[in-house]
């Protein structure tokens, strides 16, 4: 009797189920969960340290720089190369970004369709303005140039695609949080304000400019980075009233001057308003003449 109980308990702890365990997924600051991807992540750190970088660098200075073993380095290095975003200048050990990042950028849909739309009509605006002409769109607090043309003229300002900088520094930024929501231009500032860009009375003297720029439906500025060079800049439109980039013309003014300023203005404001239709929106036509700032 007494066995017949213990074979009876003993069956019972062999066919007791096991405890199910749970696995915790660590949860950020954000509430959201912290999935950790360390290759993805040491990825990105070299391709974030190259892309602030003016000159080529090795391996083992990307280490370095990211306070870690060459080992760990070396194998995202030959996976990023291999994959074509670094590439070895001629003649060279050391490493750079190649363009595909950029590449990337400009097939994502929204840039890709602007870009598209505007190409063509900034080719003519250049040609029948003899100036150059650029397009930027706002990229967190700063501009980056998406699309520019050259002057047909045998001196001009030329910006590099790509290029970023402060948007409170450039026209184009300026024009772009004009045009945005309020709630996104107090955002800005809030966020220009807490960095520390630039001291509090000069950002208060950049949201009355920004303003401005909303009322008159561009911003105008002679100086601003070269001398003798008048920024006008126009802003891009969607059917919302929002701006989704600035078209910018760096009117060099000097005695080889073939289209006078205003009638440049004109042109620069025509093919503005064109491609702000392609967008769904519509551009008010500012009065004339344009005013200096």
């Not at 970088?53 to 990023?80: F, K």
């Not at 025509?270 to 500012?286: D, F, V, Y």
């Amino acid at each position: 009797m007494a066995k017949a109980a213990q074979d009876k308990s003993a069956r019972k702890r062999k066919t007791a189920p096991p405890k199910k365990t749970s696995v915790v997924t660590p949860v950020g600051t954000d509430g959201r969960r912290d999935y950790a991807v360390p290759a993805l992540e040491k990825g990105l750190d070299v391709l974030e340290l190259m892309a602030s970088l003016h000159s080529p660098i090795t391996p083992s200075q990307i280490a370095q720089r990211l306070g870690r073993s060459l080992q760990e380095v070396y194998r995202v290095v030959l996976a990023l190369e291999r994959r074509g975003y670094i590439v070895r200048p001629p003649g060279e050990e050391a490493l750079v970004l190649s363009t595909q990042l950029f590449g990337l950028a400009t097939k994502f849909p929204p840039y890709r369709r602007l870009v598209d739309a505007a190409q063509p009509i900034m080719n003519a605006l250049a040609l029948e303005a003899s100036q150059a002409c650029h397009m930027a769109v706002l990229d967190g607090l700063n501009q980056r140039i998406v699309a520019q043309v050259d002057s047909p003229a045998p001196i001009a300002i030329r910006l590099r695609v790509g290029a970023a900088s402060p948007a409170v520094h450039g026209a184009s930024g300026r024009t772009i949080v004009a045009f945005q929501p309020p709630e996104v231009r107090e955002w800005f500032f809030s966020e220009a304000v807490a960095l520390a860009l630039e001291p509090p009375e000069w950002l208060a003297s950049c949201r009355k400019r920004i303003a401005d720029i909303q009322v008159h439906g561009y911003e105008l500025i002679e100086g601003e980075v070269v001398h003798g060079v008048i920024d006008l800049s126009f802003p891009i439109l969607n059917a919302q009233g929002r701006s989704l980039a600035a078209l910018t013309m760096p009117f060099l003014t000097s005695n080889h001057v073939v289209v006078p300023f205003e009638d440049a203005a004109a042109l620069a404001f025509n093919a503005a308003s064109r491609i702000t239709e392609a967008m769904g929106g519509a551009l008010n036509e500012p009065k004339r003449p344009l005013l200096h700032a």
